[in-house]
Structure formats: C-alpha cells, structure tokens
C-alpha cells in the first residue's frame, strides 16, 4: 500500500513538468517538422504539403554546405581542445598545489560569463588591429600576429579559441571531481608496481576518468553542434561565411527572409545532428544502470 | 550512479522554468487606463534617437496626457528590430505604430499580406499628396493608396572623404570609378588604405555593391533589375561584379572585423581616406564632431550623380494596434512640417516634405535636399526598397561569398536564381 501511494504521489508532483515538456519540447518539434515539410516560405503561413523539398534545397545551398563544414571543425576542435586542456588543467591542479581554490574558480570563472559578452570581447581581442596583435607587436613576437577571424580559411579557429577560454573551466571542473574520486591506494599500488608518473597517469587514472570523458564530450557536443550566440557575437557569418554555422543561418533564413519552412527544416538538421550525438549515450547509460 | 534520475527531474525543472520564462515578457503590456502609444523603432543611438525624442515632444505638445513608450532593438539597418517585429506581428501583438522602409519592405512584407491599414484618408485630410514628392508617395503605395508616412530621405550613395588626406594629396573627389583607381593608385602608393569597409554584418558590402550597380547600370537599367527588365546575367551586371573585385583590392584587409560606423571612424582616425554610405554616416561625423567640408567632404558615389539612392524610414498603422485613435495622431505628428523639422536635423537626415526650411539643417543636408529635387529616384536593394526581403538576404549571402572568391560567373547565376525564387524575374 505504502508504496503504492508513493508511486501516486509521484506520478502526481512529476505531471505539471511532464504536460509542459510534452507540449513545449516535444510538441513545437512536431510543429517544426510539420512547417519543415510545408511551403511556408513566405510571410503569409502556407501549410500545404512540400515532402522534402526544403530538405533538398538546403543541401544544394552553397552556404549550408560550408556550414556543415563548419561544424564539423569547430566541434572537433572544440570537443579535442576543451577535454585536453581541462584534463591538463585538473591533474596540475590535483597536485595540491598552494592557491588551488584561486586557480579551480579562475579557470571556472568564465563559464559563468554569457556566450554574447565573451564572443564581443573576443571580437575586440582578435581584431587585427586593435586586439592582441598589438600586445604580440610590443612584446617583439611580431612574427605570431595574425588576421584571426578576418582570414576566411583560419576564421573559425579563432571562434573556437574564445569558445576553448568559455568551456574548458567547466571539462577541468569535471575531470577535478574525477580525479578526487580515484582512491589514493590505486596510485600507490602502481606505485608499488614501479610505475613512473606517465605511466600511472597513461595506464591508471585516465582510464579511470572514461566515464568523465564521456559525459564531458556529450555535454561540449551538444553545445558546439548548436552553438549561435558566440558566434553571432563575436564575428557573425564571417567573411564568405567561414565562420557560419547552422544557428545564424536558420535565424536569417526564418526572420529576415521570411522562408520558414526552410528554417524549421534547417532546425530539424540540428536536431537529428544532436540527436545522432545524444542518443547513443542515452542507450549506454540505460544500459550500464540496468546492469549495476 | 545514484546521481543520475536527479539529473533528469533537474533537467526536467530547468526545461520547464525555461518554458515559462519565455512565455513571460510581453504579456504585462496593455494593462492600464491612461492613454498610451506605442513607437517600435531600431533608433538607439546618437543623432537617431535625440532626433525620436524630439519629435515624440512635438508630439506631448499637441497631444498632452499620452504615455509614450520607446520600444527600440538595437542593431544597424534595423536587422535584428526586423525579426523582433515579425514574431509580435505574427504573435498578433504590434505595436501601435513601427519603423518600416517604405518600398517593397513595406508592401511585400505588410501590405500584401493584410498586416496594415490603408492611410489614404489620412493623406487627403493631411493634404499630403502635394506635400510629398510623387515618387516618394509612390514608394509606400500599393494599388493607389498610401499605407506608410515617410518621415526622412536619406541618401544611399555618398562618398565620404577625410578633407585633410585629401588636400595634402592635392586629390579631387572621384566622380567616376575609373577616377576613383587613379586616386586610390595614388594614396596607397602614400601608404594610406583608400577606401574603408567594415562589412562584419554583410549588408555593408551589398550596400556598396548596390551604388556601384547604379552606376554601371544608369538609372534606367537599375529600375529593370527589379521588374526582370535587366538581366542579372547580362553584361552591366558583370561590369558591375569586375569593379567590385576591382575596388575590393583597396579596401581595408581586415573589413571583416567592422561595422559600418567603424568604418566611418576609420576617415577620422585618418586610417583610411574614403567611405561609400548612406548620409546616416554624415549623422555619424556630426555626433563625432566632425564638420561638412572642413574635416570631411562629401560627393555623389563614383559614377552616380544625378542618381538618388532613397532609403526612406517611414512609420504605418497596423490593423490590430492597440490604440489606434494615438496612433493616427502620431502619424499627423511624423507627416507634419513641424515633426520632421524636429526629427530630420538631428537625425541627419532630409524631410520627406519639400517645405522644409533649409536653414534647420547643415550645408551637407542641403545639398542633398536639393539633389532630392532634382535627380533620378531609385529605390534602394540593400535597405528594404526595391526588393521583396527574401531577395534581400540571399542578395547579402551571394555578396559576402564574392567578396572574398570574386567568383563573377557563380555570384551572376546565383543573383538570377535568387530573382526567379523570388517571382522578380521569369
């Protein structure tokens, strides 16, 4: 009986957030794959039937290819940067070094910071001629000044540089908390085992920390396959949109040109890419739970 | 792994309070007795916004007891406005009355689509017809009647030059393109960048694209581009994209990282010597301190005089606003002589009316108010005229692509396509 109701009640406090996520979450996808499939593409709502054609239209579209590209390498780099320099970061920190309160939240801190503030002071800091340049310029290093995000071919690196300073105090906060799990007797024992410090980090901790990694990866990659507002910030499409990505277009392509059906599509594209990230992991953590 | 059904309801209460909060602003607006009157504008800065206020006192005078509210995005050529204005639009909450460019902005986005009320009326009890130029009336009129009251003229192609860089160089504003490389030849051979361009946000390079497609192309061919009379694909286009690959040798290399204004500041700065943009750039000087024709000079864009690029702002009347009756009395206010000789000066802009007195305004707006007169009128592309807006961003798209491939054949058959998706061109 007992748990019964508790089941009941449960049910009951969970009920308002299930009804608002079904409608709001799963509902507007719904709605968005429905206008994906219409030809509303001007602004008068045209509901009619398209199938796909909208689909098809964006992958001939020059400017989607390059974004595709685009996120392909920003999210690669991103995903590698940001777990080898908070890794890097944590286990320095692990060392018990003196001030490592200061360092943990100065590296943390810019986490804390929105997207659209870093990306417009990134934006001021690798201008060409305003920026870091100038600092390079004065301390004799200027053979390393370069055009950052105003060069079409490296533009998206710089993007990914002030994404690395937003995001990689957060993977070292995780791989911290890691590294705090994994009991002082494991390090002696490969100790004992004469195992140098490389090898004990190789063999040992890193291991160890692949749960983290995962988890890390998961939440940076959802991220950077979504990513807009540092972007739109800090250098908006870029010179022949080397810095586009899927978000911008989809904003400009539903609420300055009018072509909705276009842009829910282009939302559907972000979805499925997201999904194609998230759901694998969903799987693997339902399954690891059931066997423990 | 206790850890992980928490994570779930956190995610599921952080998803929900995002649900409601996004549901939150707008809805506390109507509340209230007291009379109010809501302006939508993108006029946040500067000479703009002192020139609003100056016409919203006009507007306290005549009709005292009215709770004004300034309702403003922020962002250049009102790109961002735009897209808040469509969802309040489509969301069936406009404002009482909003900034719209009149031309094809206008009637493609809001009139075709049975967003706006007719202002015909207004302008016969107004007596309008005959205080607007003909053109200009014809730019916010669809099938005949008046849907938008213009209440500025700015000039689209302009070059601006730093007056001092170009006295020391005993240079002559260009008046051709061809001029234009001599003179360009000549100071990058001083080590000065000719010509600055801050086209961060990608309707920059379009908007001097657009005076250099006027000049290759005369008023005649320009006006066709829009009807399907002149070809994307023909040869004035492509002279047009040629100069534009031409002209894109003497810019500043790092355009990418600016904005229009930044680009102004750069002739202060004496960074670079010239600047194509509209006249709001002369607001830009003034604010900055700088004088007509002492610090800067001013001259038709190469290959445009005679030709008048018009961006006209002009203000309409939704059908749902909330309060008409003070809507319609501020578009009386916009319309009048007394209302744009309050706003124009300030903004730095031109009076829509002809009756303006001259002397309100600084000898640069008087030559152009003279210009207003007498030259060609086109419609501009790039600031909402001549064009429906899904032309528009496609229009910007294939420009930003040229400017760094300078690829002629792929941005001409790209600029076809796009006038063909968009019914402009069979």
Sequence with gaps: MRIRRDRALSALILLPSVVAVGVFVYGFIGWTVYVAMSNWNSFVPDLSFAGLRNFADLFQTPRFQIDLGNTLAFTLTFLAGCLG????????????????????????????????????VWQWLLNPSTGVNLLLESAGLGVLKSPWYTEPRIAIYAVVIAALWQMSGFTMAMYLAGLRGISDE???????????????????????????????????????LKIFDLVFAMTGSGPAFSTDVPGIFMFETTFRGNRFAEGAAISIIMLVMVAVVIIPYLIYSTRTEAEA | MTERPRLAKTTLALLLAIAVLGLAPGTGLQAGAAKKLEIFSWWTAGGEADGLKAMFEVYKKRFPGVEIINATVAGGAGTDAKAVLKTRMLGGKPPDSF???????????WVKTGFMESLAPLYKSEGWLNAFPKDLVDIVSHQG?????????????????????????????PATWDEFFKVAETLKGKGITPLSLGDKNKWEAAHLFEDILAAALGAEGYRGLWTGKTSWEGDGVKRALDTFARILNYVNRDHAAFVWDQAAQMLIDRKAAMNVMGDWAAGYFTAKGWKPNVDYGFAPAPGTAGLFVVVTDTFGLPKKAPNREQALAW????????GQEAFNPLKGSICGR???????????????????TKNALL??????????EGFATIFNDILNLFVTNKDVK??????????????MCK
């Excluded at chain 1, 320099?85 to 910071?113: H, K, T, Y």
């Excluded at chain 1, 195992?195 to 040992?204: E, K, P, T």
């Excluded at chain 2, 900034?99 to 986005?109: F, K, N, S």
């Excluded at chain 2, 419609?379 to 429906?388: D, T």
Aim: charged letters at 20%; a neutral charge.
């Design chain 2, 331 to 338: 578009l009386k206010v916009a319309g009048s002589k007394e």
């Design chain 1, 186 to 224: 494991l390090r002696e024992a490969a100790r004992v085992d004469g195992a140098s410090d490389l090898q004990l980090y190789r063999h040992v901790i890193i291991p160890l920390l692949h749960p983290i990694t995962l988890s890390a990866a998961i939440v940076l990659g959802h991220i950077s």
């Design chain 2, 145 to 173: 009647e008046q849907y938008s009251v213009p209440v500025n003229v700015h000039r689209g192609n302009v070059l601006w030059f730093n007056k001092k860089i170009f006295d020391e160089n005993k240079l002559k504003a």
């Design chain 2, 99 to 109: 900034q719209v460019h009149g031309g094809a902005e206008l009637v493609d986005t």
């Design chain 2, 379 to 388: 419609p501009s592309e790039v600031h909402g005229s001549a064009a429906p």
């Design chain 2, 410 to 423: 792929a941005a001409q058959a790209a600029l076809q396509k796009a006038c063909v998706a968009n019914k």
């Design chain 1, 85 to 120: 320099i908070g890794l890097l970061l944590a286990v320095l920190l692990d060392r018990q070094i003196r001030g490592e309160a200061f360092f943990r939240n100065a590296f943390l801190f810019p986490m804390s910071i929105s997207f659209i503030v870093g990306g417009t």
């Design chain 2, 354 to 372: 002809t009756d303006c007195d001259p002397k309100k305004f600084d000898v640069y707006l008087q030559s152009s108010a003279v210009d207003f």
